[in-house]
Antibody
Framework: QVLLEESGGGVVQPGKSLTISCVVSGFTFSGYAMHWVRQAPGKGLEWVAF????????YYTDSVKGRFSISRDNSKSTLFLQMNSLRIDDTAVYYC???????WGQGTLVSVSS | IQMTQSPSSLSASVGDTVTITCRPSQAIDNYLDWYQQKPGKAPKSLIW???NLRSGVPSRFRGAGSGTYFTLIITNLQPEDFATYYCQQYYGYPYTFGQGTKLEMK
């Protein structure tokens, strides 16, 4: 059974940093690229970042370039998203997805507020 | 790549057939997925590469199209189909989603 479980969300002040995680099970993590997608409250879906299965290739949406960093630890079947210089408009539920975009986690809420 | 999805909302009844369209701002071959999302839940993948049904998705869902025009057709609507639907291109980075179509019960 494929499972993806995000964690680490919470309330953070503007300008601060937060790292969220996604632990996976039920498949060989090192064999798949991974993505982060977010959804602001009451809004649509926004793709955020991609990382190849070996961690070499990374891509980001323009609004987070230079602020967010995607990484992975294949030995621990864990995906990360380090978010720096957080802004109010980064408030969203963050989902991790397996590479073919077939399986999604349940999401973790990041709320940026003073 | 901008994704224009229409309509933004749609009212229909059980048993109806509905069509949602998605138009990318440039040709994307068939690199398009469709997702269904219910309130408070994560999106669920329905169709990949424009027309391939994910395992376990009912055959009343059908995807078609290529290039710059795609459709999601749902026939014989069931109560559980009332949700929000999104298209997404993965032809190039950054991947982009349509703005969503909320399918409501009439």
């Amino acid at each position: 059974q494929v499972l993806l479980e995000e964690s680490g969300g919470g309330v953070v002040q503007p300008g601060k940093s937060l790292t969220i995680s996604c632990v996976v099970s039920g498949f060989t993590f090192s064999g798949y690229a991974m993505h982060w997608v977010r959804q602001a409250p009451g809004k649509g879906l926004e793709w955020v970042a991609f990382i190849s299965n070996d961690g070499v290739r990374k891509y980001y949406t323009d609004s987070v370039k230079g602020r967010f960093s995607i990484s992975r630890d294949n030995s621990k079947s864990t995906l990360f998203l380090q978010m720096n210089s957080l802004r109010i408009d980064d408030t969203a539920v963050y989902y991790c997805l397996r590479g073919p975009q077939d399986y999604w986690g349940q999401g973790t809420l990041v709320s940026v507020s003073s | 790549i901008q994704m224009t999805q229409s309509p933004s909302s749609l009212s229909a009844s059980v048993g109806d057939t509905v069509t949602i369209t998605c138009r990318p701002s440039q040709a994307i071959d068939n690199y398009l997925d469709w997702y269904q999302q219910k309130p408070g839940k994560a999106p669920k993948s329905l169709i990949w590469t424009a027309s391939n049904l994910r395992s376990g998705v009912p055959s009343r869902f059908r995807g078609a199209g290529s290039g710059t025009y795609f459709t999601l057709i749902i026939t014989n609507l069931q109560p559980e189909d009332f949700a929000t639907y999104y298209c997404q291109q993965y032809y190039g980075y950054p991947y982009t989603f349509g703005q969503g179509t909320k399918l409501e019960m009439k």
